[in-house]
């Protein structure tokens, strides 16, 4: 393991890599479910690279470190009056990690936080340091903005942001088949809309997220303890270990749950209503689906779960994105909506995954590069309009694969 500081110590480390003919790996925070950033050589650490470079507020920039946190980032930009336009619900990843995996939110207008990225600094396999943008070395920074580590090492990233702007959030209970049947309504009359099913039940909680100008009006510390850490983290997380020694209660557990959150409004600083803590353990498989299968693809997983066949305790959660022009983003050339299913960790969940699998591919699925899935190099030339490219890309920038591992083997080929 190695922790550079600089993107010439990666040169230099890269270099010696390649003398001692080693792969290279730079892994983030470790939130990948896949084995993306394992490798049998040098595992090149995050914590060295999180200086912050510039921040342009005129501009609407920011350049950091590809190792800062999400969460840093975050309070860096709230000290400068800036946000990011959207970002998904945790903020605990590296901003190299959670790019170059496809980390999503949900938005009408806004999905990949790597669609913020304006450009990259990067150490390729043959030391040299580069920087791509739409304006440098354009077809390196298409491809490598959601890269999966696969092209070079990336050393720091300039961001698109833009003035801090509040966000009101409504949450509230739906039945399942009024949001299907709303899907349209909801998708369109809203900044930021996604939902909750809870497998066993016909429940669903609804999250609708809105710019607002203010005033703000956060939720209480005592309404954050009973709902976020007590209910959604201590209750949920007794519920799944539950589940997990008896699993036949689940059902009933689940209509216990789906009714535990109570509706509820409050208005506050965007990345605060973006993200939320999430301390109950899991494994996940999430799918990009093109946007206007989701209401038939989710009821076939309905279905699947009422047969009675599988005892799933977490909910289904359902997002949204426009198309978006990254090579490997799974939303890539189509307005995608994603279906992630998950199980509590140590619970069985191949069987399960596997039945929502089969479903997410006939309707012809993407699955998220960071999430559990078995597709391969084959499935993915068919699934990705640029694979191709990219794969000619990885050819030139990296032919002895440097950066290669086994799963980018599997899900790149060789």
Same mark, same amino acid.
């Given at each position: 393991?190695?922790?550079?500081? #600089? @993107?010439?110590?990666?040169?230099?480390?890269? %270099?010696?890599?390649?003398?001692?003919?080693?792969?290279?790996?730079?892994?983030?925070?470790? &939130?990948?479910?896949?084995?993306?950033?394992?490798?049998?050589?040098?595992?090149?650490?995050?914590?060295?690279?999180?200086?912050?470079?510039?921040?342009?507020?005129?501009?609407?920039?920011?350049?950091?470190?590809?190792?800062?946190?999400?969460?840093?980032?975050?309070?860096?930009?709230?000290?400068?009056?800036?946000?990011?336009?959207?970002?998904?619900?945790?903020?605990? $990843?590296?901003?190299?990690? =959670?790019?170059?995996?496809?980390? &999503?939110?949900?938005?009408?207008?806004?999905?990949?936080?790597?669609? $913020?990225? $304006?450009?990259?600094?990067?150490?390729?396999?043959?030391?040299?340091?580069?920087?791509? #943008?739409?304006?440098?070395?354009?077809?390196?920074?298409?491809?490598? %903005?959601?890269?999966?580590?696969?092209?070079?090492?990336?050393?720091?990233?300039?961001?698109?942001?833009?003035?801090?702007?509040?966000?009101?959030?409504?949450?509230?209970?739906?039945?399942?088949?009024?949001?299907?049947?709303?899907?349209?309504?909801?998708?369109?009359?809203?900044? &930021?809309?996604?939902?909750?099913?809870? @497998? &066993?039940?016909? #429940?669903?909680?609804?999250?609708?997220?809105?710019?607002? #100008?203010?005033?703000?009006?956060?939720?209480?510390?005592?309404?954050?303890?009973?709902?976020?850490?007590?209910?959604?983290?201590?209750?949920?997380?007794? =519920?799944?270990?539950?589940?997990?020694?008896?699993?036949?209660? +689940?059902?009933? +557990? =689940?209509?216990?749950?789906?009714?535990?959150?109570?509706? %509820?409004?409050?208005?506050?600083?965007?990345?605060?209503?973006?993200?939320?803590?999430?301390?109950?353990?899991?494994?996940?498989?999430?799918?990009?689906?093109? %946007?206007?299968?989701?209401?038939?693809?989710?009821?076939?997983?309905h279905q699947l779960v009422n047969k009675g066949d599988e005892y799933v305790s977490f909910p289904v959660e359902v997002r949204i994105a426009p198309g978006d022009d990254m090579w490997l983003s799974t939303a890539n050339g189509r307005d995608t909506a994603y279906i992630a299913v998950h199980m509590f960790r140590g619970t069985p969940h191949e069987r399960y995954f596997s039945a929502v699998e089969k479903i997410m591919t006939a309707h012809q699925g993407r699955p998220h590069w960071g999430k559990l899935h078995t597709r391969d190099a084959a499935y993915f030339a068919d699934a990705y309009p640029h694979f191709k490219d990219f794969a000619a890309l990885r050819d030139r920038v990296d032919p002895?694969?440097?950066?290669?591992?086994?799963?980018?083997?599997?899900?790149?080929?060789?």
């Open positions: 393991m190695a922790t550079p500081r #600089s @993107p010439e110590e990666v040169s230099a480390l890269v %270099r010696r890599a390649a003398s001692d003919g080693l792969r290279v790996k730079a892994v983030g925070a470790g &939130h990948s479910f896949t084995s993306v950033a394992v490798t049998d050589g040098v595992l090149v650490r995050p914590d060295g690279l999180t200086e912050v470079r510039e921040v342009d507020a005129a501009g609407g920039t920011v350049t950091v470190g590809s190792g800062l946190r999400l969460e840093r980032l975050n309070d860096l930009l709230a000290e400068h009056g800036l946000a990011l336009t959207n970002m998904g619900d945790i903020a605990v $990843q590296s901003l190299a990690g =959670a790019t170059a995996t496809g980390t &999503h939110g949900t938005g009408r207008a806004s999905g990949a936080l790597a669609g $913020q990225v $304006q450009a990259l600094e990067m150490v390729l396999a043959d030391g040299e340091i580069v920087n791509c #943008s739409p304006d440098e070395n354009a077809e390196l920074f298409a491809g490598a %903005r959601v890269g999966l580590g696969a092209l070079g090492v990336v050393t720091a990233m300039t961001f698109g942001v833009e003035p801090a702007f509040l966000l009101e959030a409504r949450e509230e209970p739906m039945p399942f088949d009024e949001v299907l049947g709303r899907f349209d309504e909801l998708r369109e009359d809203n900044d &930021h809309f996604e939902f909750y099913w809870f @497998p &066993h039940t016909d #429940s669903c909680n609804v999250k609708r997220n809105n710019r607002s #100008s203010g005033p703000a009006k956060p939720l209480s510390r005592a309404k954050f303890l009973l709902d976020d850490e007590l209910l959604s983290n201590g209750v949920f997380g007794l =519920a799944c270990r539950l589940g997990k020694a008896a699993p036949k209660t +689940i059902p009933a +557990i =689940a209509r216990v749950s789906s009714k535990a959150l109570s509706a %509820r409004t409050y208005t506050d600083a965007s990345y605060k209503v973006f993200t939320s803590p999430r301390r109950v353990r899991f494994v996940e498989m999430e799918y990009a689906l093109p %946007r206007e299968a989701l209401t038939a693809a989710l009821r076939e997983v002895d694969r440097r950066f290669g591992n086994d799963y980018l083997r599997r899900v790149l080929g060789e």
